[in-house]
């Protein structure tokens, strides 16, 4: 699963994005796309690994792609912003990165520090890149359901599902909101359109606001996170003694990139299940609603095939009883057959045979 960064210039977000992954900015590529895969932060991981001591310890992984700001000032500018989202289109989420903080050091943009204009201006470049390829479509679609084929009737529903897309986004409303069920979004989905994504909204703030609630939140996001991301970078670097003084020090109790990994892994519609032993310890990246039988195919197409039963045990129960004996003995863990749907965090054990 991927997310992509986008924001003004001088917004932070390639700070954000070395917050985030850890891999240094290098100006001489500040026009350039970056993406790295980043761990996804789970206190279960942790917990588990003081229990069994494993040789292993495997997190949930998602990617972030740092895509380069272009100044929506212009026509030009806002032309170079659309053909960047070619890259957008590709990944399954978007983050929204804007500034709200003043500071010498740093370019206005716009001449302005308005992270809820900046906010609004970005989202409407979406719609009108979404609105671009759905004209173009509409107007081929047009043509093809007049002449005779076997995919007519396909073509004038899809026909009748782009009209409408057309007709919401023209007045300023998400690809999203005009999708009435599963069989549209997969073919919107197809598209790669950007108010299809989830979005989420981060802004910008300075050293004074980090721990206060965001100025305000994003109509169109999923989720409106507030952060700084020079602090975030900061916080990346030191070691993990240092970090929770660091953290006492300016009221916070976490650091928000771990919140906005999560935020982002969640909004996809992820979950992890988890397998323990001294072996590994590790989270299993699934869809929410997926049954036992298939999340067993995770871990190996045997297991999916000879599956018999699930043995499983909630996380929260496992924690309460202090290990899997005493889970057991406080008759916390349940066989579950094939359909059972898994929970995040479900401690599983898979019996099979092959």
């Not at 590790?282 to 869809?287: E, G, N, Q, V």
């Not at 057991?328 to 898979?350: M, T, W």
Request: net charge negative; charged share 30%.
């Amino acid at each position: 699963m991927k997310f992509a960064l986008i924001g003004p210039p001088q917004s932070g977000k390639s700070t954000l994005f070395s917050a985030i992954t850890g891999h240094a900015v290098d100006p001489s590529h500040a026009m350039s796309e970056q993406i790295a895969s980043v761990s996804v932060p789970d206190d279960r991981l942790d917990f588990l690994s003081e229990i069994y001591k494993p040789k292993k310890y495997t997190p949930a992984h998602i990617e972030f792609l740092d895509i380069p700001g272009a100044s929506l000032a212009d026509a030009h500018g806002q032309a170079e912003f659309r053909k960047r989202m070619t890259s957008a289109r590709k990944c399954d989420g978007l983050v929204m990165v804007v500034r709200a903080f003043e500071s010498d050091s740093v370019l206005e943009y716009r001449n302005r520090v308005d992270a809820k204009a900046d906010l609004d201006e970005l989202f409407t470049e979406l719609l009108f890149a979404d609105l671009e390829q759905v004209i173009a479509r509409v107007e081929k679609l047009e043509k093809s359901s007049q002449k005779p084929s076997k995919t007519r009737d396909q073509e004038l529903r899809e026909l009748a599902m782009m009209t409408r897309v057309r007709e919401a986004l023209e007045n300023e409303a998400p690809v999203s909101s005009a999708i009435q069920n599963e069989d549209e979004r997969r073919i919107a989905g197809s598209f790669g359109f950007l108010t299809l994504k989830p979005v989420i909204a981060v802004i910008n703030v300075g050293e004074d606001k980090v721990a206060a609630d965001p100025p305000f939140v994003h109509s169109h996001a999923l989720a409106t996170i507030a952060l700084s991301a020079e602090i975030e970078a900061e916080i990346a670097q030191l070691e993990a003694a240092d970090r929770k003084t660091f953290l006492e020090d300016l009221g916070l109790t976490a650091a928000a990139r771990t919140r906005l990994i999560r935020t982002a892994y969640n909004a996809v519609g992820l979950m992890s299940f988890l397998t323990a032993g001294e072996d590994e310890v590790r989270a299993w990246t699934i869809r929410n609603g997926t049954e036992a039988v298939e999340a067993a195919g995770k871990i190996h197409s045997d297991i999916q095939r000879g599956f018999i039963r699930a043995e499983v045990v909630a996380y929260e129960d496992f924690k309460k009883a202090g290990d899997m004996r005493a889970a057991k003995n406080a008759n916390a863990v349940r066989l579950e057959p094939k359909h059972y749907i898994v929970q995040d965090g479900d401690i599983i054990n898979f019996r099979f045979n092959v």
